[in-house]
């Protein structure tokens, strides 16, 4: 089956910085990305996704990109707030989701300094 | 409108009872997916429905859990004999079909098996 790896599992950076958290996925059959953020006690919302047939796509401060042949994926947050600090997973699937549901990362704790 | 919603929002039990998780799923979703979220890990999937057909069970951890969908609507997961290790947050989810990628997530249930 699918294998998530999720980098870095703490990232803390400075308010106004950029974020980037990493991920790889196993399966080559795998052609939809989400990323969900979860704030404490609450439940994960989907920040951005990508499927893959496109390499980069972008949401005001948030931006993901894909590379299929490497099998990672990346989510870069750029002019970081303090609303930014969550636990983010990023997760991969074979079209949205099906039998095999979505296989999702252990998750990285974004911290933003103030 | 009204979002996936799960009840109980905590359980506490008995080492050995059984215990039965509720989920609500948007109304018109066809699909419905079940999660587990051990303390600061990610989501380990469990089980999909597509309407009240579950095709693969295989993700549910043991015998001990089953689960069902009735009138393509509300979904239960039932954990009998229950353990200590069964102690999480279960999560539902659930998608306009299956091809519709973004998965909507309910609050979770909190299970703690004392």
């Known amino acids: 089956g699918e294998n998530v790896e999720q980098h870095p599992s703490t990232l803390s950076v400075q308010e106004g910085d950029s974020a980037v958290i990493k991920c790889t996925y196993s399966d080559s059959a795998s052609n939809y990305f989400p990323w969900y953020k979860q704030e404490l006690g609450k439940r994960p919302q989907l920040i951005i996704d990508i499927r893959s047939n496109v390499g980069e796509k972008k949401d005001q401060r948030i931006a993901v990109t894909l590379n299929k042949t490497a099998k990672h994926f990346s989510l870069h947050i750029t002019e970081t707030q303090p609303e930014d600090s969550a636990v983010y997973f990023c997760?991969?699937?074979?079209?949205?989701?099906?039998?095999?549901?979505?296989?999702f990362g252990k998750g990285t704790h974004l911290i933003i300094q103030p | 409108g009204a979002g996936v919603s799960q009840s109980p929002s905590n359980k506490v039990t008995e080492k050995g009872k059984d215990v039965e998780l509720r989920c609500d799923p948007i109304?018109?979703?066809?699909?419905l997916y079940w999660y587990r979220q051990s303390l600061g890990q990610g989501l380990e999937f469990l089980i999909y429905f597509q309407g009240n057909s579950a095709p693969d069970k295989s993700g549910l951890p043991s015998d001990r859990f089953s689960a069902e969908r009735t009138g393509g609507s509300v979904s239960t997961l039932t954990i009998q004999r229950t353990q200590q290790e069964d102690s999480a947050v279960y999560l539902c989810a659930s998608s306009l079909q299956r091809a519709a990628n973004e998965q909507f997530f309910g609050p979770g249930t909190r299970l703690t098996v004392l």
């Open positions: 109304s018109g979703h066809t699909a």
């Open positions: 997760a991969a699937s074979i079209s949205g989701g099906g039998a095999d549901g979505l296989t």
